[in-house]
């Protein structure tokens, strides 16, 4: 009598993407809730950025200053940014799979282009022809791209402590939650990214 063959469980491929095809464990599931938090962090300052600029009379420096939004730097380090979940996606399949060597070129890469994000971040800042007390767009410019320089900061900070433990060899095919993590974090600092820079930058 023939042998049945096991039925294959089925895969929810958006999970299998992000976290693979292994139950989440807590640790994952602590990092979906956080940012979840971070969610609302974030919407609710986006929603008073809106709020000021319905009631603004001028959405603009008030010193003469330009809108930051005409310069090509920063949708260069827009898209660098966003182009880097790439990279870090990669290292979680590697490590899925046990390449160590893959993940530490991949989160290194990111790594470096989190550091060229915050420093391109400092130029503009230092640049910029308005303060952050002129007037109402300055004061959100200033809150909104300080709060995302933070959590880059945070992503460059997780994604090095990456980097050096894989280095090491503390991660494989069965121990990667902080690979897992990492990743989605970085994600969710460049999908917030696009929502700031299309409201502060090209203020749409």
Do not use: C
């Amino acid at each position: 009598m023939a042998r049945s063959t096991p039925a294959r469980k089925p895969v929810h491929p958006i999970k299998s993407f992000f976290v693979g095809e292994e139950p989440m464990s807590n640790a994952l599931w602590g990092m979906v809730f956080f940012l979840f938090s971070e969610v609302m962090f974030f919407a609710g300052l986006i929603a008073a950025y809106l709020a000021l600029r319905e009631d603004a009379l001028i959405w603009e420096p008030t010193n003469g200053g330009e809108v930051l939004g005409a310069e090509f730097r920063p949708v260069l380090f827009t898209i660098l940014l966003v182009a880097s979940s790439i990279p870090m996606q990669y290292a979680a399949f590697a490590i899925r799979t046990g390449r160590r060597r893959a993940l530490s070129i991949a989160s290194g890469l990111v790594f470096v282009i989190g550091i060229a994000f915050l420093i391109n971040q400092g130029i503009e800042w230092k640049n910029a022809d308005f303060g952050i007390g002129d007037g109402a767009y300055a004061a959100t410019f200033y809150l909104l791209t300080g709060f995302h320089g933070a959590h880059v900061l945070g992503g460059v900070l997780f994604n090095g402590l990456v980097f050096l433990r894989s280095l090491i060899g503390q991660f494989d095919a069965e121990r990667n939650t902080a690979v897992e993590a990492a990743t989605m974090y970085w994600h969710f600092v460049g999908l917030v990214w696009v929502a700031l820079f299309a409201l502060v930058f090209v203020s749409i």
